[in-house]
């Protein structure tokens, strides 16, 4: 069943998510493919298996957190999709959600993390869309830590394989998809190659 949604997801992501061209990066690196996650884990059947490999995942690696969270915006319907098949879904432990704010707020409790408020050393999982070189990720991680919790497990849905592993050597760092495997499709492989020789 694992192999069958992972199959269907990789589908749903290149259909909906992956576009080719010429893009400028967050990182500022130029690419010749885009990684737009949102048309996909804001769609229904995306953000189901989405959330359905993550928690696989998750238990794959026998990891005990009891949160999930990232960065805002990529994150954030991650998150919620997790959260919510976390305690639909029999055989998963049910996880709660937050979000990283990217600036903290300006009034109230000027939290950085919204929608979890567990004690000092709580386990939590960080989980990104994309990890292109990790600061986004990176910067997830450390306001997780700021606010006391123990970040157990890192994950990304997609990892463009830039350096984001190695800027996350120190934890547990584990892509659901990499950029290769991705762009693995001959399709895929001549609009790429056609770029390639404009």
């Known amino acids: 069943m694992m192999e069958e949604k992972r199959r269907r997801l ?5 259909k909906r998510s992956l576009k080719i061209g010429h893009f400028k990066l967050v990182s500022g690196m130029t690419s010749n493919y885009y990684f737009d996650s949102k048309f996909t884990t804001l769609d229904p059947e995306g953000a189901y298996l989405t959330a359905w490999l993550i ?6 690696q ?4 009891e949160a999930i ?5 990529g994150a954030d319907p991650i998150v919620a999709a997790v959260a919510a098949v976390s305690h ?3 055989g998963f432990t049910p996880l709660a959600g937050f979000i990283v704010r990217k600036e903290g707020k300006k009034h109230g409790t ?3 993390i919204e929608g979890f408020d567990g004690e000092r050393g709580t386990p939590v999982i960080i989980i990104d869309d994309v990890c292109t070189t990790g600061g986004s990720t990176l910067k997830a991680v450390t306001r997780a830590e700021e606010a006391g919790y123990h970040v157990a497990l890192v994950l990304c849905l997609v990892d463009r394989e830039q350096g984001g592993a190695e800027a996350l050597k120190d934890y547990p760092f584990h892509p659901i998809f990499t950029a290769r495997q991705l762009l693995d499709d001959p399709a895929i492989q001549d609009q790429l190659s056609s770029l390639s020789n404009d």
């Open 55 to 60: 928690l696989e995942e998750i238990r794959r």
């Open 62 to 65: 026998g990891v005990e957190a």
């Open 110 to 112: 000027q939290r950085f």
């Open 88 to 90: 639909a879904e029999a």
């Open 10 to 14: 990789l589908e749903v992501l290149r």
């Open 69 to 73: 969270g990232g960065l805002t915006l």
